[in-house]
């Protein structure tokens, strides 16, 4: 039964994905755009090149928001892959960032040995 379920949810998921293959491209594009703006903002040196790079990533970032359909379709490639995994009897790992907790006196510490060399 429980491969069963997960069949069909795969199925469910894979179809929602493969509809929403348009809204995915497009929002890939978006952050193609929004890369390159990102990216030749940082390295221009003349404020007419700044201008325009802006406006290239601006042009990205408002074409990505019109693509809030996209995160349903990057939803069901998670959702696939988590079934995936589950399928194989996988433990399934989802990457998170865990906050480093550093003691200020520890801090002080290693600065000071560094400074009394």
Not at 10 to 17: D, K, L, N, R, T
Not at 76 to 81: M, Q
């Given at each position: 039964m429980k491969k069963f379920l997960?069949?069909?949810?795969?199925?469910?998921?894979?179809?929602?994905?493969?509809?929403l293959i348009g809204p995915l491209a497009g929002l890939l594009f978006s952050g193609l755009l929004?890369?390159?703006?990102?990216?030749?903002y940082?390295?221009?040196?003349?404020?007419?090149?700044?201008?325009?790079?802006?406006?290239?990533?601006l042009i990205g970032v408002l074409s990505a928001v019109s693509n809030i359909p996209a995160m349903i379709g990057l939803a069901?490639?998670?959702?696939?892959?988590v079934i995936y995994k589950k399928w194989n009897n996988e433990d399934v790992k989802i990457p998170t960032i865990e906050a480093k907790e550093e003691d200020p006196f520890t801090n002080?510490?290693?600065?000071?040995?560094?400074?009394?060399?």
């Open positions: 997960l069949l069909t949810g795969g199925i469910i998921a894979a179809c929602v994905a493969l509809a929004v890369a390159l703006g990102m990216h030749f940082i390295s221009s040196k003349s404020t007419f090149g700044k201008i325009i790079w802006f406006t290239v990533g069901a490639i998670a959702i696939i892959y002080f510490e290693k600065e000071w040995s560094n400074l009394t060399k």
